[in-house]
C-alpha cells in the first residue's frame, strides 16, 4: 500500500491522522455537511453510499489514502462553487446567501427553539446555482437554502404533495389568443416563492451552516412556512398563491388549474401560472398595471414586463404578432453533444427510413444517448417538426446501436441548420379564433411491434398550439382501424383545448374542427355500424363517434397533400418535408424579425 504524500499529510484537517484505512473507517462521521457531496451525507438512506460503504474499510491496493478536503474544488460549470466552504470565500455567493436567510426572516418563515422530546430535526443544505439570460450571460449569484427532504416520513413530516402547473399547450394557447387578439403579454415572478406557503405539519430543522445563532448551538429552527426542499413546499405555495388570487376576484379554470380568469365589464384578465412565474395577458392595459400592484402587495414580486424568456424559451412580440424558439438552448445540446460547428443538414430523418430494436449494429453508449433524446424531447415544445423524428429514435432507450446513434445525430445536424427556427402566432384581430385539429397515422409503421403511429396537431387561429407524434398502443388490422385511433386520440385533446379556450373567452367556443384524410375512418366515425372491420375496436375509440353525434366537433375530409399532421407520421423528403414545415406555422424568427414578423 502507497503512504500519503507529504502534501496530502500537510493538507489533512486537524481532526484526520493521514494514512491507514481504520481510522478513515473510524473517522468519517467527523466531517462537516458542508464538505461533503449532496449524495454522501451519511443521513441519506441506504441508496445513497459512500465508497467505503460499498468497497469496505480498505483502500483499493496501489493508490494513496487522501483526506476529503473542502479546499479541493470540484470542476462545474459557471465557477459554481461545489461546498460551503468555498462559497463562504466568494463576497458574490455570501452576498446570496444573506440575501437568502434575510428573505427568510423577514417573511417569518421559522423560530428558533428547543427539538421537542421524540422529533427529529431535518438537515438543511446550501445549492448555488448561476442565473443566464436568453443570451448565455450571468444575469445572478442564486443561493437557495434547501432542507433535505428525502429525510422526511409520509404521514408525519407530510402528507399531498401534488401541485399543478400550466401544461406547455395551455401557455400555447394563451400566447396564440393574445396574438391573435392583439393583447401584450406580460411577465411576473415570485421571488422566494415557496417561503410563502403555509405548513400544516409539525416540521424542525436544523440551523443553517454559516449562520448558527451564537450561544443557541443546540436549538433546531420549528417552520411557520415551507422552505425548499421539503415534499409539502410545492402543494403549501399553490394553496396560498390560489387563495390570493380567489380573493381578487378570479376564477380558476375547470379545464386547467393553473389558469385564472378575471373579467371586470369589458376587462378581461388571464394569468397562467407555473410554480413562481405568472404569465399574464389580458385586452385592458390599466387592469394589468392594477393586478400588479395588487401581486406586489401580497408578495415580494419580480415585474419583467413584456414576456420575453419563459421556461427556457425565447419570446419576441411585435405588433404584427409573437413568435416562440429555443435557439440558445438549441446551441447547449449541440455544444454538449459535440455537434457543435457540424455540417447541418435540410431534414431530421432520412426519408422512409426504418429502424428496429433487433439491429445486428454494435451497442453505444446507452446513458448518453438517453440523455440527448431527453434534451432533444424538449426541444419539441417549440419544433413540431422535430416531434416525428425525436419520438421514433425514443423507441430505442433500451439498447441503442449505432444505426440509432447515426440517426440522432443526424436529428443534431438537422438542429444545428434550423437553430434560429420556431413557432410564430401572427396577429388576427378582428376574425374568430377557430380551433382546427388535423388527425393522421402510418398504418403498421413500426417494424418490430407492427403498430401505427399517430400524428395529431391543433392550430389557432392558424397557430400551432398543440401536437403530438407517438405509437398506437394495439395493433391496428387496417388503415382505417389505425386513422379511426388517431381520430379518436385527436378528439380528447380537441375537448380540453375548447374546454379551455371557451372558458378564457368567457363564452361557449364552436366546435373543434378535425380533419382526416381516410374516407374509410370518417364514415365508420358518422356512421354507427359494427362489422367485420370494426367490431373488435375498443369501446374506448368509439368517442370521437359519440363526439360527432352530439356536435362537441365537426369530422371533415382532407386531401393528403392538406394533411399537416402528415409531418408527425412519417420521414418526409426534403421538398414535402419544408413545404409542411411552413404550412404549420414554423418560421426562421431571426430572418422574420428582419422582415419585420418577429421583431420587438
Known amino acids: 500500500q502507497a503512504t500519503p504524500t507529504a502534501v496530502d499529510t500537510e493538507e489533512a484537517p486537524a481532526h484526520q491522522t493521514p494514512g491507514g484505512p481504520d ?3 473510524e473517522q468519517h462521521d467527523e466531517f462537516d455537511d458542508e464538505i461533503l457531496d449532496a449524495d454522501h451525507d451519511y443521513d441519506a438512506p441506504l441508496r445513497f453510499r459512500s465508497v467505503n460503504d460499498i468497497i469496505g474499510p480498505a483502500p483499493p491496493r496501489g493508490f494513496a489514502q487522501r483526506a476529503l478536503l473542502a479546499e479541493e474544488p470540484l470542476a462545474t460549470s459557471y465557477d459554481e462553487p461545489s461546498s460551503f466552504t468555498e462559497a463562504e470565500r466568494s463576497p458574490s455567493w455570501r452576498k446570496a446567501m444573506i440575501e437568502e436567510i434575510e428573505a427568510i426572516e423577514e417573511n417569518g418563515t421559522w423560530y428558533l427553539t428547543d427539538l421537542p422530546p421524540g422529533r427529529k430535526a431535518i438537515g438543511v443544505k446550501w445549492v448555488f446555482k448561476v442565473k443566464q439570460d436568453e443570451h448565455g450571460a450571468v444575469s445572478k449569484h442564486k ?10 416520513r409520509h404521514g408525519i413530516d407530510y402528507d399531498e404533495v401534488f401541485a399543478p402547473v400550466a401544461r406547455l399547450d395551455s401557455v400555447r394557447l394563451l400566447i396564440a389568443l393574445a396574438a391573435h387578439e392583439g393583447w401584450e403579454v406580460h411577465h411576473m415572478d415570485v421571488k422566494s416563492a415557496f417561503l410563502n406557503g403555509n405548513l400544516q405539519e409539525e416540521v424542525y430543522v436544523q440551523q443553517p451552516a454559516g449562520f448558527i445563532v451564537s450561544g443557541k448551538e443546540h436549538k433546531v429552527f420549528r417552520l411557520r412556512k415551507a422552505l425548499y426542499g421539503l415534499h409539502q ?3 403549501a405555495w399553490y394553496t396560498k398563491l390560489d387563495d390570493t388570487l380567489l380573493s381578487l376576484g378570479f376564477r380558476r379554470s375547470e379545464s386547467e388549474h393553473a389558469v385564472y380568469i378575471r373579467q371586470n365589464n369589458d376587462a378581461k384578465l388571464v394569468v397562467g401560472v407555473y410554480v413562481d412565474d405568472l404569465v399574464i395577458t389580458g385586452t385592458d392595459r390599466d387592469d394589468l398595471r392594477v393586478f400588479k400592484n395588487e401581486m406586489a402587495a401580497a408578495f415580494k414580486m419580480s415585474d419583467l414586463g413584456l414576456l420575453h424568456y419563459y421556461l427556457g424559451i425565447e419570446v419576441k412580440q411585435s405588433a404584427s404578432g409573437i413568435s416562440l424558439s429555443q435557439g440558445a438552448y438549441a446551441a447547449k445540446i449541440l455544444e454538449r ?4 460547428g457540424c455540417n447541418p443538414c435540410q431534414t431530421p430523418m432520412e426519408a422512409r427510413l426504418k429502424l428496429s430494436k433487433q439491429s445486428t449494429e454494435s451497442p453505444v453508449d446507452a446513458t448518453a444517448y438517453r440523455s ?10 417549440t419544433r413540431p417538426d422535430l416531434a416525428f423524428s425525436v419520438g421514433y429514435v425514443s423507441r430505442f432507450l433500451e439498447e441503442p446501436k449505432e444505426d440509432h446513434l447515426a440517426a440522432l445525430k443526424r436529428i443534431l445536424r438537422y438542429v444545428a441548420g434550423t437553430s434560429n427556427w420556431g413557432l410564430w402566432f401572427g396577429r388576427k384581430k378582428g376574425n374568430q379564433a377557430q380551433l382546427t385539429g388535423f388527425s ?24 400551432p398550439i398543440s401536437w403530438q407524434s407517438k405509437k398506437q398502443r394495439i395493433v391496428a388490422q387496417s388503415s382505417c382501424e389505425s386513422e379511426y385511433i388517431a381520430a379518436a386520440n385527436a378528439t380528447c385533446q380537441a375537448l380540453w383545448l375548447a374546454q379551455v379556450l371557451g372558458e378564457v373567452q368567457g363564452s361557449k367556443p364552436s366546435a373543434p374542427l378535425l380533419k382526416v384524410d381516410n374516407k374509410s375512418a370518417i364514415a365508420l366515425i358518422k356512421n354507427p355500424v359494427l362489422h367485420e372491420q370494426s367490431r373488435h375496436i375498443e369501446v374506448k375509440y368509439h368517442l370521437v363517434r359519440k363526439c360527432e353525434e352530439k356536435g362537441l ?4 375530409f382532407v386531401r393528403s397533400e392538406e394533411q399537416l399532421s402528415d409531418i408527425l407520421t412519417k420521414s418526409l423528403g426534403r421538398a414535402k418535408f419544408q413545404e409542411f414545415r411552413s404550412k404549420i406555422g414554423m418560421i426562421n424568427v431571426v430572418e422574420g424579425a428582419r422582415q419585420g414578423l418577429g421583431g420587438d
Open 440 to 463: 393522421d397515422a402510418d398504418f403498421a409503421g413500426d417494424v418490430d411491434a407492427r403498430k401505427s403511429t399517430t400524428g395529431v396537431i391543433f392550430m389557432l387561429a392558424e397557430s
Open 143 to 152: 443561493a437557495r437554502l434547501v432542507v433535505k427532504g428525502y429525510a422526511q
Open 337 to 340: 453533444s459535440g455537434m457543435a
Open 553 to 556: 366537433i365537426k369530422v371533415q
Open 23 to 25: 481510522n478513515v473507517a
Open 233 to 235: 413546499a410545492p402543494r
Open 372 to 381: 440527448f433524446i431527453g434534451s432533444l424531447r424538449y426541444l419539441v415544445n
